[in-house]
């Protein structure tokens, strides 16, 4: 079971504390949280919404994966401005008060409090009990050029493989090769226009969540998650020129699907950009379009 601490809430039970802003969890994050997990505690662990620009997982989503890699507790922070002028030693003090802490994990790189002053060799001051450096992990699949310096896995490493379109990269950061792992969307299915039911692509729509991240528009080969498994999925991300739409939002065809998925919680992974979105000139061109899309996803 998950815990969702906002507000003041303590945490009573003693348990290990990782700390850090958890905008999702990379392979950097699972490596804190496996050495976190070798005190037998229960484990708990910081969150950081509404921070600088988008984020890449979403309050709703992050709770999804930290619930799947076996968190206990979640305390969340929001991003105001009273929480950026917290000094380290402020930050500290009623952090501390909230959470009864065995030990502490946290990168070497790890920084805190008002203008970032706060650093692992503080913390140790103040901090209750044993604190444990971790090193940034770094991969050499990341890499541009053989021979090049290792790459840091980081959050903000991430959202520049999202923004630049190299969804391999990403997911290779955020373990893809384990449904759950990799980028994702996650969203209620809502009643849209039902244009693609009329051609033999029903679509699952999903509104854009506030403040997430996503991938740049066009339409991707990728898998959508429901409660009765998971579907190859052709996937849109933008608009719907063809049908005179041009409000941003999700469409997932899932291919082998049959039921209804109105009201129903999915989470969409795009693995492979197909084409940009487009102009058809009629339902039925876009209808033999997607039909090569179907066939490209299902080789």
Do not use: W
């Amino acid at each position: 079971m998950l815990n969702i601490l906002q507000d003041g809430e303590k945490i009573d039970c003693p348990c290990t504390l990782v700390l850090g802003g958890f905008d999702g969890l990379h392979l950097g994050h699972r490596v804190l949280l496996d050495r976190a997990k070798q005190a037998g505690l229960p484990v708990a662990i910081t969150t950081i919404l509404n921070g600088k620009g988008c984020a890449l997982f979403s309050k709703a989503e992050r709770e999804f994966l930290f619930l799947r890699a076996g968190v206990d507790y979640v305390l969340e922070f929001v991003f105001t401005d009273q929480f950026k002028d917290l000094t380290a030693e402020t930050f500290c003090k009623d952090l501390f008060s909230r959470v009864n802490a065995k030990k502490i994990v946290c990168g070497e790189d790890f920084r805190f409090g008002r203008g970032a002053l706060g650093t692992p060799a503080l913390l140790k001051t103040l901090a209750p009990c044993p604190v444990e450096t971790v090193p940034p992990v770094c991969s050499d699949y990341l890499s541009s050029a053989e021979g090049a310096p290792l790459k840091k896995i980081s959050t903000s490493a991430c959202k520049e493989h999202l923004f630049r379109g190299e969804l391999d990269l990403l997911n290779a950061c955020l373990e893809s090769e384990d449904l759950g792992g990799g980028y994702f969307v996650q969203g209620e299915v809502e009643h849209g226009r039902e244009e693609g039911r009329k051609y033999g692509f029903p679509t699952a729509n999903l509104s854009v969540p506030a403040g997430k991240l996503l991938p740049l528009d066009g339409v991707y080969g990728g898998l959508t998650a429901t409660e009765t498994g998971n579907f190859p999925s052709i996937v849109n991300f933008g608009s719907r020129p063809t049908f005179g739409v041009f409000e941003r939002k999700i469409e997932a065809h899932l291919i082998g699907f049959s039921g209804d998925l109105y009201g129903k919680t999915v989470r969409v992974y795009p693995t492979k950009f197909l084409r940009p979105i487009e102009r058809f000139s009629s339902p039925e061109e876009l209808q033999r379009q997607l039909q090569r899309d179907k066939e490209c996803i299902c080789k």
